[in-house]
């Protein structure tokens, strides 16, 4: 079956600026791949996510690259906030399976 | 607000029990997916109910099941409890079958789960 590795673990960083969460996946058949964001004890939010026959997209602060031939993507978040301060997961799905890595603890420091 | 809803937000039960989780999709959603979320395994992806059938199977235990009704809610029976069930379980749900990249998944609030 499809495997998502995530890295890092965690990652702290300064207000105002850049992260990046970075997964690779195993299944070339994946073809969709969306980013969550889970604060506390709440949901997991859907924040951005990429098709396989797109290279990369943007979303105000959030963009998502997508490397299929090394099966890799990635999660930028630009001008980092407080409010940034979550778990974020990255999943790749195959047909109508969601495979989710195992998160990144993302800490936004005033 | 998703439009996904849970019920109930918590249990708390003991070991041997049986329980009921359920889960209303967002409207119109026909796809209804159940996901068990602990500190050490993460997010992992028990089983998918398109339309009153199951559809796929993730790593969902036999002491566990899962039926979706003709009104399209779900519910999650999990039997013979033992500790390591503790666990948030969320239930998510999708347009149509949930395989076109089009039919993003949307996660209820979970159902947190203790065991004593």
């Known amino acids: 079956g499809e495997n998502v590795e995530q890295h890092p673990s965690t990652l702290s960083v300064q207000e105002g600026d850049s992260a990046v969460i970075k997964c690779t996946y195993s299944?070339?058949?994946?073809?969709?791949f969306p980013w969550y964001k889970q604060e506390l004890g709440k949901r997991p939010q859907l924040i951005i996510d990429?098709?396989?026959?797109?290279g990369e997209k943007k979303d105000q602060r959030i963009a998502v690259t997508l490397n299929k031939t090394a099966k890799h993507f990635s999660l930028h978040i630009t001008e980092t906030q407080p409010e940034d301060s979550a778990v974020y997961f990255c999943a790749a799905k195959r047909y109508s399976t969601l495979t989710f890595g195992k998160g990144t603890m993302l800490l936004v420091s005033p | 607000d998703s439009g996904v809803t849970q019920t109930p937000k918590h249990l708390i039960t003991a070991t041997g029990q049986r329980v009921t989780l359920r889960c209303s999709p967002r409207s119109g959603d026909l796809s209804v997916y159940w996901y068990q979320q602990s500190l050490d395994q993460g997010l992992q992806f028990l089983i998918h109910?398109?339309?009153?059938?199951?559809?796929a199977k993730g790593n969902i235990l036999e002491r566990f099941s899962a039926q979706q009704f003709p009104d399209l809610h779900s519910e999650l029976n999990l039997s013979s409890l033992e500790l390591g069930d503790s666990a948030l379980y969320f239930c998510?749900?999708?347009?149509?079958?949930?395989?076109?990249?089009?039919?993003?998944?949307?996660f209820g609030d979970g159902t947190r789960l203790s065991i004593l």
């Open positions: 299944d070339s058949a994946s073809n969709y």
């Open positions: 990429i098709r396989s026959n797109v």
């Open positions: 109910y398109y339309n009153g059938e199951e559809r």
């Open positions: 998510a749900s999708s347009l149509g079958t949930g395989v076109l990249p089009n039919q993003p998944q949307h």
